[in-house]
C-alpha cells in the first residue's frame, strides 16, 4: 500500500483527483448542476494533461437552492468519501427576511428568542421526508431594519431550513414573512474569505493544461485534507495506516497522538505524520492504553 503524498507535495493530477473547492454558487442553476460542470471541466483538463483516468465524480456539501447563493464546497474524485463530515459542522447564512408590514420596535428582541433548538417540519417541496424535527439556532443576530425588511445573520446546525424560520419568525413579530435573497456565508470549515467561482476555476485548469501554470490552480483547489480542518486529529504511525487500509479499526498501539479537544464518540480524522489523511472514525477507546480499538472505522480515505 502506497499513502498519497503529504498534501502541500501533490501534483496537480493528484491534487484535483483528492481535492476540493470552495465554490461561490450563483444564483440560477441548482448545486447538483454546478457542481456537474465543475466535475467535467477537471475530468477535460485532466485527459488533456496527463495520462491517468479522469475523475469521474464530484459531491457538493449540503444543497442549496437554484436562487440561493455563496458558499457550496465541492469535494472532487475520491475526496467525495468526505461528504459526511459537513454534517458534523455548522452553517452561516445571510437573509432578507421580506415583512409583511411595517417592523416592528421589537425586532431583534424576538429574533433572540429564536436562539436555542428549535422544533421545524421540512417545507412540503423539501426532499426529505416531512417529519417533525429540532435544529439548533446558535446564532440570530438582525444587521440592518428597514421599513419592512431586515438583513438576519444566522448561524445554526446543519439541516435547519432557513426558509421555515422565516415564517416562523414573522409569526412571532405579528406582521407575518417571507425568506427573500439567502446567501450562505460559511459551512464549516469554509467561509466566504476563501470563495472562488466557477469561472476561476475553469481559468486555472486552463493555464494549467495550455502553459504548464500550476501557481493559479493551486489557488482555487485544495487538498482535500482541509476539508477535514474542523475535526479532531488522531495521528497515527505508518504500520496501522496498512492496517487502515485493509479495514482494520485503529488500534492503541498504532496511535501516535490524539487531539485534545477529542471525546469518546466524536468523529475523527486519522492522519498519518506527515498529514496524509487515512481514515474517518468515531474516538471509541483509550489513546495511552495498552490495547483494544481507539478509533472504529466509518470511512477508509487511502
Known sequence: MALRAPPDERSPAELLSFGVCNLDKPPGPSAHQVTGWLRDAVADALAA????????????AGTLDPKVTGCLPVLLGDATRLAQVFLEGAKEYVAVLELHGRAPADVEAVAAEFEGPLYQKPPRKSAVSRRLRVREVYDLDVLEVEERRALLRIRCESGTYVRKLCHDLGLALGTGAHMGH????ATDP????????????VDALAFWVEDGDEGPLREVVQPAER??????????????AEQVAQGAPVYAPGVLSVDDAADHGDLVACYAPRGTAVCLGRLVGDADASEGVVVDLERVLV
Open 49 to 60: 494533461a496527463t495520462d491517468g483516468q479522469p475523475i469521474d465524480q464530484a459531491a457538493h
Open 190 to 201: 469554509f467561509d466566504d474569505t476563501t470563495l472562488v467561482s466557477y469561472r476561476d476555476v
Open 182 to 185: 439567502l446567501r450562505r456565508t
Open 227 to 240: 476539508a477535514l480542518a474542523h475535526l479532531p486529529s488522531v495521528e497515527i504511525a505508518p504500520s496501522a
